[in-house]
Nanobody, 117 residues
């Protein structure tokens, strides 16, 4: 089992920045990727970014490319999402996930990000 705890959400003005953290614990062997999704009632769930652990390759949604940066700290089993130039449409609950092939993804509890105009 893997436990994921997100933190760092909050209220920020348009153009501001936030950094989300996702601390993982438990059995981490076999985890091949970690990343972020976001969700709101209007749009549903939307992919944001992921990092492939072995290759350190990274993918972003087009909507956040150039503004968001995903990174990781292996020693702390933590991934981060640095969010810059935030826009009202970035208002969502952000969820961290971890993927182990052959089973359902692990998810955190989510952290609310609200961007006010």
């Amino acid at each position: 089992q893997v436990q994921l705890v997100e933190s760092g959400g909050g209220l920020v003005q348009v153009g501001g920045s936030l950094r989300l953290s996702c601390a993982a614990s438990g059995r981490m062997d076999g985890i091949t990727a970690m990343g972020w999704y976001r969700q709101n009632p209007e749009k549903g769930r939307e992919f944001v970014a992921l990092i492939v652990m072995s290759a350190n390759s990274i993918m972003y949604a087009n909507s956040v490319k150039g503004r968001f940066t995903i990174s990781r700290d292996n020693a702390k089993n933590t991934i981060y999402l640095q969010m810059n130039d935030l826009k009202p449409e970035d208002t969502n609950v952000y969820f961290c996930y971890a993927r182990r092939p052959g089973r359902t993804d692990y998810w955190g509890q989510g952290t609310q990000v609200t961007v006010s105009s």
